[in-house]
């Protein structure tokens, strides 16, 4: 589980995304922004949680946030799963792990009795200046998007 808390500064990092354009952190700077990690594209929990953003995603705009998904997946799997689920929001490519891994949100996992390395899911909110104002280690991928709301009310 990631030891990032609120008040720390967001981890500068730099990608590509499923169009294989960069994407850093300084691209955000002066706008609010939910980075949200998740382990695998076109699983159900994964599917469930990027498409509740997506169904709230002008709601979150109003709000003056960006969005930004990362995984481990390639880009051409990112462009898969946007195109099936029509997501208006880029999704990160982060092969080699570094910034899952940067974010803390790498680690091991027990799922059906078994132990394994993997993705930890979580969404940071960070402000305009990079700083982390909010850190969601239990997201709820059904309602992802109300627990958002409820944090920033």
């Known amino acids: 589980m990631t030891t990032l808390v609120a008040g720390d500064k967001a981890p500068k990092f730099s990608g590509i ?42 709601e979150l705009s109003k709000a003056g946030f960006e969005l930004l998904g990362v995984s481990p997946d390639s880009p051409k799997k990112h462009q898969n799963f946007i195109k099936k689920f029509d997501f208006p929001f880029p999704l990160l490519a982060d092969e080699d792990k570094s910034i899952i891994k940067a974010f803390k949100c790498w680690g091991l996992k027990k799922f059906m009795g078994k132990e394994f390395d993997g993705v930890y899911r979580t969404t940071f909110l960070i402000d305009e200046k990079g700083v982390i104002e909010h850190v969601f280690t239990k997201v709820k991928t059904k309602t992802h998007a109300e627990q958002i709301f409820e944090a920033i009310a």
């Open 17 to 58: 995304d499923q169009d294989g354009a960069p994407i850093k952190l300084g691209d955000y700077k002066g706008k609010k922004l939910i980075l949200f990690f998740y382990p695998k594209d076109n699983t159900p929990g994964c599917t469930a949680a990027a498409c509740n953003l997506r169904d709230h995603f002008k």
